[in-house]
Antibody, heavy 119, light 112 residues
Framework: QVQLQESGPGLVKPSETLSLTCTVS????????WTWIRQPPGKGLEWIGY???????NYNPSLKSRVTISVDTSKNQFSLKLSSVTAADTAVYYC?????????????WGQGTLVTVSS | DVVMTQSPLSLPVTLGQPASISCRSS???????????LNWFRQRPGQSPRRLIY???NRDSGVPDRFSGSGSGADFTLKISRVEAEDVGVYYC?????????FGQGTKLEIK
């Protein structure tokens, strides 16, 4: 059974960079798309972007100038960096595995990690 | 971005009764390959979302057959034939046709 676990600081100061890592266990990171999705408290879901195991990426245009997603196949991990954060970036951040076809969404999710942006 | 509009936003339902959620997109969700990438997810309280339906009407493995999806173009519906207590949660439609993929704002199903 594939499992995903997010890790990283739960508190980030405004204007700094949010950094999260997702560790994949129970399966290989190869041959799949890996995604980051976030959910502000009490609100809906937003796609941040995704990376293919080979390293190709696609980002939400609304965040593109601030987002970097990378993958480390040797560690079975992928990561998210979001720069110049503000309070609007406070959210639960989920890492997830894309389905056989990313357009049908994701099939395995991490438990989510709350990141609060505050001084 | 494609805007996904769900209604109602709150859905109180009596156990054993049917429920229906509407999802409308600001653009057609028919992709160039002929498929319509409209998916439904449910998020139970305190949990990560889980997909229930993909490409309008295909149930995921383990999803009870009381769940059904229908629709075409830009107008879609999720139906639960007989609501059970375990169906409580927030339901989201999600389109995978146009990047960035987008979710509806969610419909909270609760037991009356």
């Amino acid at each position: 059974q594939v499992q995903l676990q997010e890790s990283g600081p739960g508190l980030v100061k405004p204007s700094e960079t949010l950094s999260l890592t997702c560790t994949v266990s129970g399966g290989s990171i190869s041959n799949y798309y890996w995604t980051w999705i976030r959910q502000p408290p009490g609100k809906g879901l937003e796609w941040i972007g995704y990376i293919y195991y080979s390293g190709s990426t696609n980002y939400n245009p609304s965040l593109k100038s601030r987002v970097t997603i990378s993958v480390d196949t040797s560690k079975n991990q992928f990561s998210l960096k979001l720069s110049s954060v503000t309070a609007a970036d406070t959210a639960v951040y989920y890492c997830a595995r894309g389905s056989w076809e990313l357009r049908v969404g994701v099939d395995y999710w991490g438990q989510g990690t709350l990141v609060t942006v505050s001084s | 971005d494609v805007v996904m509009t769900q209604s109602p936003l709150s859905l109180p339902v009596t156990l054993g009764q049917p429920a229906s959620i509407s999802c409308r997109s600001s653009q057609s969700l028919v992709y160039g390959d002929g498929n319509t990438y409209l998916n439904w997810f449910r998020q139970r309280p305190g949990q990560s979302p889980r997909r229930l339906i993909y490409k309008v009407s295909n149930r995921d493995s383990g999803v009870p057959d009381r769940f059904s999806g229908s629709g075409s173009g830009a107008d879609f519906t999720l139906k639960i034939s007989r609501v059970e207590a375990e169906d409580v949660g927030v339901y989201y439609c999600m389109q995978g046709t146009h990047w960035p993929y987008t979710f509806g704002q969610g419909t909270k199903l609760e037991i009356k």
